[in-house]
């Protein structure tokens, strides 16, 4: 591939302890070079604590070969860049598209994904090293694109990447996809009770009578990150995400040895929260933490109580953010009951392309009428929020 007269060397890898580390973080987080990482989803880090646990590779149908792109020797770009035999844990769904072109007489599975498997939070997907990101991405996306086509596959995805990289990638000739996930602002909040000033006088009664109510579960909530978190703390965590992801997904995506993996390389990336009763954890949430945001990730429990859910992943997240400072909480893929705890959608951004032209044209006249659809609930599902109307007085 050659680019603005200096050539641009595409290779793939299917592990990524063929890459090293420093070269992909050059790409990745160069900004953690003076601090933390934006996020940490495609930090070298990350990516190899789901390789090495066996969370992605072979039978789980996210299999890796991970997009290198080279300039005179050196690594400019970089993509987590999976064969997928199925759809599950992505989160930006394509069944539809699927089952339309199987119908169709064609052969969906294998596919390829830019994406950080089983995390639906946006970030850059096309990692760049700086003063590269213009011929990099463009470099990902045509090799990528060139590999589907080359390997006659149906499809090339990637989910969950910056409104930036998905206008860019339009202009490439890329489909652009919009869906739509709830997160929290914050308003410049001084605390809890400045943000519940912000809201309407009976949704700041409703959030105070949760959080009495969940605090009154019989014990103790606490916030561990780092070296606060010991090893055994994800014995009680395994079983609140078995229990989760067997009602969600089946199975649970992340084996148990992720956790282990995680302890050691990304215990400082991550925050905990316990509910805990005699000592014993009864009900956790784990988030992971960015430069300022804080992604919410996983939930579980062994007992119910009422409103604890909502304590444990929404309410101590939006403490936690507000103490460090951050911008923003993002609390995951679906679920409106967010909406009423200061949580408003926002749009979220992919990027398709299809080997066969008459399904892509298709596929683009969906994507035109999906788009108008998720702006125009975006704005309905905004104007139920919680938050005060400006013209509205009101006393409490």
Not at 113 to 131: E, K, S
Request: charged fraction near 20%.
């Amino acid at each position: 591939m050659d680019m603005d007269g200096s050539a641009i060397e595409i290779s793939t890898h299917t592990s990524l302890g063929s890459i090293d580390a420093a070269d992909w973080d050059a790409c990745a987080c160069p900004e953690a070079a003076d601090g933390r990482a934006i996020d940490p989803f495609t930090t070298y880090r990350f990516l190899k604590a789901l390789e090495d646990s066996g969370s992605v590779g072979r039978g789980t149908g996210w299999d890796p070969h991970y997009l290198a792109a080279r300039q005179d020797g050196q690594l400019i770009a970089v993509a987590p860049l999976y064969g997928k035999s199925h759809s599950q844990g992505e989160y930006m769904f394509d069944h539809n598209f699927a089952h339309a072109f199987e119908r169709a007489g064609g052969r969906y599975y294998p596919k390829l994904q830019i994406a950080v498997p089983f995390t639906p939070a946006t970030g850059r997907r096309f990692l760049t090293r700086p003063g590269h990101e213009v011929q990099g991405m463009a470099a990902l996306v045509q090799g990528s694109v060139q590999i589907a086509s080359d390997n006659e596959l149906s499809s090339l995805h990637a989910t969950f990447c910056t409104e930036g990289e998905a206008l860019a990638g339009a202009d490439m000739g890329l489909l652009h996809r919009t869906s739509q996930q709830y997160h929290w602002a914050n308003d410049s909040y001084a605390d809890w009770d400045g943000f519940l000033a912000a809201l309407s006088s009976r949704k700041r009664k409703t959030l105070r009578k949760e959080r009495r109510t969940a605090q009154a579960f019989g014990g103790d909530i606490v916030q561990l990150t780092g070296d606060q978190i010991e090893a055994h703390h994800w014995d009680a965590f395994w079983t609140f995400y078995q229990d989760t992801g067997a009602r969600k997904w089946g199975q649970p995506y992340l084996t148990r040895a992720f956790f282990e993996v995680a302890h050691e390389t990304l215990r400082d990336d991550m925050l905990l929260v316990f509910a805990m009763r005699d000592g014993v954890p009864v009900a956790g949430a784990l988030n992971f933490i960015g430069r300022d945001t804080l992604y919410g990730r996983y939930w579980g429990c062994t007992e119910h109580h009422p409103c604890l859910h909502f304590e444990v992943c929404y309410y101590q997240a939006i403490d936690y953010a507000i103490a460090q400072g951050m911008a923003r909480v993002e609390a995951g893929a679906q679920g409106e009951h967010k909406l009423a705890r200061g949580y408003l959608p926002v749009t979220t951004h992919s990027l398709h392309w299809f080997s066969d032209a008459g399904f892509r044209g298709a596929v683009a006249d969906y994507l035109q009428a999906e788009r108008a659809a998720i702006d125009e609930e975006i704005e309905v599902l905004t104007s139920y929020g919680p938050f005060r109307k400006i013209h509205v007085e009101e006393q409490e």
